[in-house]
């Protein structure tokens, strides 16, 4: 019989693998949030450790500065885009 919280556990882990994975490959910000939220479990249960692994409590802060950082790219190539875009109409008026 199989322990249905170590299920989870082990599930929510190749889960977040997995959603970092593809959001590091796709650089979205969404699918890096997802990750995150599927470590937050792992990263609380490690937190009550006495040795190097509590500093795995910290992991969600790498996958939060990442989506902040995939945000802020995909943010800047939009408004590039739009600038861009609104002087080449500038310029083909002329």
């Not at 882990?13 to 937050?40: C, E, N, Q």
């Amino acid at each position: 019989m199989v322990n249905p919280w170590i299920f989870l556990w082990w599930f929510s882990l190749v889960v977040s693998v997995i959603a970092f994975g593809y959001a590091v490959w796709k650089t979205s910000a969404g699918w890096m949030l997802v990750s995150l939220v599927t470590i937050l479990p792992l990263a609380h249960y490690f937190s009550g450790a006495n040795n190097w692994l509590q500093s795995l409590a910290a992991l969600p802060l790498v996958h939060v500065g990442l989506a902040v950082c995939f945000w802020w790219k995909r943010y800047r190539r939009a408004s590039v885009r739009q600038t861009r875009g609104d002087r080449w109409k500038s310029r083909k008026e002329n």
